[in-house]
């Protein structure tokens, strides 16, 4: 993602990224700011450098204890990460649309969602070589 816009007041409201209403979602912006949430419970990070010039790799897992939000170059090389505890709970299936960019001025080039949390050596082998996972680009 590489956001190029920011709104005064933008607060992250879930129509900003990437979201499945009801469930998680992952929104950044121009001020270096990256949040990722789970539900309600939201972790984020801070002072990304270059974010409206570089492109970064943004990592939402949840493993049943912890909500964690990987922020990495396109060399896999991590910049900063935080997480939140957050146990014993599932991931909502809801019925509710997948929204991808709503409302979000900036770039996404791929994405990709698994059905299991991702270690990050899991994450930093996708962002090496996506091909080893299903992958779909938008162009």
């Known amino acids: 993602m590489r956001p190029q816009s920011y709104t005064e007041g933008d607060d992250f409201s879930s129509n900003i990224g990437i979201t499945k209403f009801d469930s998680y979602g992952i929104y950044t912006n121009i001020n270096g700011i990256a949040v990722g949430s789970k539900y309600n419970v939201a972790v984020n990070v801070t002072n990304i450098p270059n974010i409206a010039s570089e492109w970064h790799h943004f990592s939402l897992t949840y493993d ?55 270690s990050e050596e899991q994450i930093k082998d996708h962002i090496i070589d996506p091909g080893i996972f299903k992958w779909y680009l938008f162009n």
């Not at 060399?75 to 599932?90: A, D, M, T, V």
Request: charge should be negative; aromatic fraction near 10%; charged fraction near 20%.
């Open 64 to 118: 049943g204890k912890n909500i964690i939000l990987y922020v990495h170059d396109t060399e896999g090389n991590l910049i900063k990460s935080n997480q939140k505890p957050y146990p014993n709970h599932l991931i909502n299936e809801t019925s509710s649309d997948l929204y991808i960019g709503r409302l979000y001025s900036g770039y996404i080039d791929e994405i990709a969602i698994y059905d299991e949390a991702l």
